[in-house]
């Protein structure tokens, strides 16, 4: 027995199994990011369960606090559950969770 097979027995899905299921259609709320006051520190990223938050390099704004241009980031919605993990952990009060209209 391999060590995946070990840890996934009584498990619902396999370590990464988002990574190959769209999961964003159960979600009920969802991130907009507003690129504000984000000041660029990953915290959204690093947090998301799904690897759904990622930096998008080529576009920027003016952090204001910073007084220097950072990167924006955004979520792919097919992976992204809407847990609001990485609204809670945005240190700036960047990232807002609305209600998903379907």
């Given at each position: 027995?391999?060590?995946?097979?070990?840890?996934?027995?009584?498990?619902?899905?396999?370590?990464?199994?988002?990574?190959?299921?769209?999961?964003?259609?159960?979600?009920?709320?969802?991130?907009?990011?507003?690129?504000?006051?984000?000041?660029?520190?990953?915290?959204?990223?690093?947090?998301?369960?799904?690897?759904?938050?990622?930096?998008?390099?080529?576009?920027?704004?003016?952090?204001?606090?910073?007084?220097?241009?950072?990167?924006?980031?955004?979520?792919?919605?097919?992976?992204?559950?809407?847990?609001?993990?990485?609204?809670?952990?945005?240190?700036v009060d960047d990232i807002d969770m609305v209600p998903e209209v379907r």
């Open positions: 027995m391999s060590a995946v097979e070990k840890l996934t027995i009584g498990c619902v899905a396999p370590p990464g199994g988002s990574l190959v299921n769209k999961t964003g259609a159960w979600r009920s709320q969802r991130p907009v990011f507003k690129h504000v006051t984000c000041i660029g520190c990953h915290a959204c990223e690093q947090v998301c369960p799904e690897g759904s938050v990622c930096e998008d390099p080529k576009s920027k704004h003016k952090c204001e606090k910073l007084k220097k241009e950072v990167s924006d980031f955004q979520v792919d919605l097919d992976y992204c559950k809407g847990c609001g993990m990485c609204a809670v952990e945005c240190p």
